[in-house]
């Protein structure tokens, strides 16, 4: 059973724990980390690397540490990585096409990634029937008979500003409740759907805050 | 003068704040605005809405709300957007190719976007020389001179893990202290330096942690 009640900041967190697992069992080196080096790698406190960790279990061993490798595929069954996740993506203009072909590669060619974007859509009929490595463009208005087909729960938004709650809409009435959105606009979504904004704009436009001048 | 205490998370709603406001004032239809509305579009409290200005100054009036162009051209002005702010971009993969086409596109169709990218470097020799959207793709090497001339501030990575830390120190040693980092690795940096990671990796892997089954 999920524990529901796990802040939104310790999930934020399990990805980079992973991240840190993973390079160290490449390097190949290490069998046990302490939660000092985690912490170090993951750039947080060892403090927080024990309390985060200490939600989903007895992982690490006083004064032994951390079995890389069994600490490795715990995150990945809490994470669900531990499967391939499909993936739609709504929108392959500039950004969202560069999006499609990156996550493709990465899932092609590193075996720690397992998401995999199997879905492309586009409100564009020019775009429609277009092939982005190996995947064919379709209508939006396909979302939900795809998604029943590929048992989609995740979609990637990379749509214009102004269609954006309309497919975050469409996306939503066919099962899919996980969503990455690259438009730059505030959506609604009921409960239940998880939305995590990257509007790349926003974080630029806060980095300038710490200009010199 | 900076206050320097204020925190990264009162910054990062900055940007969001400012983007409330201009889309209520292209829309055209709104001169006043209340902390509550203005926390409804932004997707915060009013109070906090509040809190956060009020690091900064006296905007509103109680019971009346904040004059919607004037708070826009004081976040401008906090946030260093009231002026272009030239950008560099290192690594033009693609990735790094789609970002710098989206944001020289959205810098050459929206009046209220000031963030400029004027430079790309890559350091393999088949893509240097490469003209992409009017600039030409230069060495890495050629980061310092360029930094220089043109005043580079901010720089976006697009590099793969293994070379990222090299551009960063590049970067860094050229002046930039300001920096977007894509690249899936913990990068290190100098105090004084700001580095905002864009892991679009991670930020899939965390939502994956909220799938059903």
New interface residues.
């Given amino acids: 059973m999920r524990l529901r009640k796990i802040s939104g900041a310790v999930?934020?967190r399990?990805?980079?724990y992973?991240?840190?697992l993973e390079e160290a069992s490449r390097d190949g080196d290490k069998e046990l980390m302490s939660s000092q080096e985690l912490g170090e790698?993951?750039?947080v406190s060892p403090a927080l690397v024990r309390k985060d960790l200490a939600w989903f279990g007895e992982f690490g061993k006083q004064g032994v540490g951390y079995d890389v490798n069994n600490l490795k595929m715990e995150l990945r069954r809490?994470?669900?990585?531990d499967r391939d996740?499909p993936?739609a993506l709504v929108g392959v203009g500039?950004?969202g096409?560069?999006?499609a072909?990156?996550?493709r590669?990465?899932y092609a060619t590193d075996p720690g990634?397992q998401?995999n974007i199997v879905a492309l859509f586009d409100a564009d009929p020019a775009k429609q029937g277009e092939v982005i490595d190996g995947l064919t463009v379709e209508a939006p208005d396909k979302i939900r008979e795809v998604s029943r087909e590929l048992s989609l729960?995740?979609a990637?938004i990379a749509v214009p500003a102004d269609a954006a709650q309309d497919v975050v809409d469409q996306c939503v009435d066919a099962g899919i409740?996980?969503?990455?959105n690259f438009a730059?606009v505030?959506l609604r979504v009921p409960d239940g759907v998880?939305l995590?904004n990257?509007d790349?704009?926003?974080?630029?436009?806060?980095?300038?805050?710490?200009?010199?001048d």
Avoid: C, D, T, W
């Fill in positions: 999930v934020r399990l990805p980079l992973l991240r840190v790698r993951a750039g809490i994470l669900h990585l996740i993936i500039s950004l096409h560069a999006l072909r990156y996550f590669r990465r990634f998401l729960r995740m990637i409740h996980l969503l990455l730059p505030k998880h995590v990257a790349l704009s926003l974080e630029l436009q806060r980095l300038a805050y710490y200009m010199r």
